[in-house]
C-alpha cells in the first residue's frame, strides 16, 4: 500500500490559463494532459462510502485502472490516505486484485455503478534540489447516470489543483500553494470527487463530514485541541463547498460558528502551549471573522424580518427589503479576494505544522476547561439588555463545542445553548432592523414587541442552564 500526501485546491476556470502562465514562469515540466474518465462503484446501501473508501474505475483514453482509496488522516484539504491502484482488462472490475480483506466478502457481489466523474487533466513537474511536486489541474463534471426517460442529467463542476508530494517535505506543498494563491484566486478543498458524487446521488442540501469528539477524558492536550480545531477548519472549508453547490444560506451560517468555534480553539491552544506558533492564524480567523460578519448579520435580518406575522402595506414593503440576491452576490465577490483564500492556507498550514508540537507539556482537566469558559460566559442579570445578549453570543458558541466534548451526555444544557444561539441570531436581526431609517411604524411596532418577547425567552433560558435534571 503505497500513501500519498496531497493539498487540494479550488480555482476557478478563467483563471486556467492564468496557470499554465505560472507554470512556465516556475520552469515546471509539463507531464501531458489527459482525457479521465471515472466510473465509482458502491452498493445499494452505500458500504463502501460508510467505510470511508471509494472504489473507481478509470479509463486515461488508452488503459483501464481500478483503485481502492481509504481515509486517512484530513486537514483542511491536507490529505494522507491509503491506496492500491492496479491495471484491469476490458473496462471491468478485478476485486481478485485486491489483498485479501481490504473488501468486505459480502459486499462484492452487491457493486454497482453510482456516478461518474469525467474531466481532462494537465499535469505538470515542479523539482528543485529538496522536492518534487506535481501539479494536476482538473476540469470537468460529475454526473449521476442517464436513467431511462431522464431529461437532464444531474451534474456538479470539477474546476480544482491537486498538488502532491513526491519528494520532500510538506513545507514544500504549502510554498507552492502560496506562491499560487498570491495570483490566482484559489480555496482549500475537502471534498474529493467521490464526495461530489455522493452530494448529487442522495439529492441532499449539504455533505457533512463526521466529527469526532476529543475530549472525552479527563486530560485535554494541545493535540486535544488541534484535533478539534481541524475539524471546525474543515467545517469552515466545507461550508464554501456546499455553498458554492447549493446557495443555501445555512452554509454561510454555519461557515460563521464554524469559525468563532476555531478562533476559541486556537486562543486556548496558544494558552496551553505558549512554544506553539499560532498567533497568525489566530489573527487570520479574526480578520474572517470580521470580514464575513456583515453578510452573516443581514442575514439574521432578514430571517428576523420573515418570521413577522405583517398584513397588507407591511408585508409589501418587506418582499422590498429582502436581500438574498444582492447578498449572495456581493458575497461571492468578497469570496473570490486573493486574500481570502491565502488566509484559508494559512489555517491549514499553521494547524498542520504545530499538530506534533513537542514542547508543549502542559495539560488541563476537561472540566475545568469548561468551567473556566462558563464563569467567563457572563450572561446579563437584567434580562432585557439586548447589547449583552448579542456580545455572549461568540462565547456561547464556545461554551457550547466544549460542553459537547467534555459532557457529550449533557443534553439537556446542549440543548439551550442551541436554543440561544438561535435567539440571539433573532435579537440582533430585530436590533438591525430597528436600526433602519424607512422602517414603517407598523413593522416597527411588531418589533419592539417581538424583541420584547424574546429578551424574556432568553432569560428563562439562562435561568435554565445548569439546572441538573
Known sequence: MAK????????????????????LQYQAKPQGVKRLENTYFDTPDLHLNQAKAALRLRFNAKNWVQTLKTSGTNLGALSERGEWEMPVSEGKLDLA?????VLSPDWKNELTAQFN?????????????HSEIELAADMGEVLLPNKIGQAQVAKDVICELELELKKGDTADLFKLANQLAAHLI????????????LRLLRGTTAVEKPHLCSLNSNIVSFADLSH??????????LAHENFAFNANENELLQAHRALLRLYALLVLAQRLCTAAKLYPAIKAVKILIETFLPWVESCWQDRALQRLALDNFDAEWRSTQLGYAARRSEYRRLWHKNWVGQASLLLVESLFSNQHQQACTQQNKAEQVLQDSIAKLGLPQQPMDAETWL??????????????????????NQQLMKQMQAAIEVLNGYEQLLRLQYLTEGVKKI?????HALLLQLGRMAQALWIEN
Not at 97 to 101: D, H, I, N, S, T
Not at 447 to 451: A, K, L, M, N, Q
Request: aromatic fraction near 6%.
Open 4 to 23: 500519498e500526501i496531497e493539498l487540494k485546491l479550488l480555482i476557478r476556470q478563467a483563471d486556467f490559463k492564468q496557470l499554465e502562465a505560472l507554470m
Open 97 to 101: 486484485l485486491f489483498p485479501e480483506g
Open 117 to 129: 466523474t469525467n474531466f481532462t487533466r494537465k499535469t505538470w513537474l515542479l523539482t528543485d534540489m
Open 186 to 197: 484559489v480555496h482549500p478543498g475537502v471534498l474529493s470527487k467521490a464526495e461530489r458524487g
Open 228 to 237: 478539534l480545531a481541524g475539524q471546525e477548519l474543515n467545517r469552515w472549508i
Open 391 to 412: 456580545k455572549r453570543y461568540p462565547s456561547l458558541v464556545r461554551v457550547e463545542l466544549l460542553l459537547q466534548q467534555a459532557k457529550p451526555a449533557d443534553q439537556h
Open 447 to 451: 418589533v419592539i414587541t417581538e424583541r
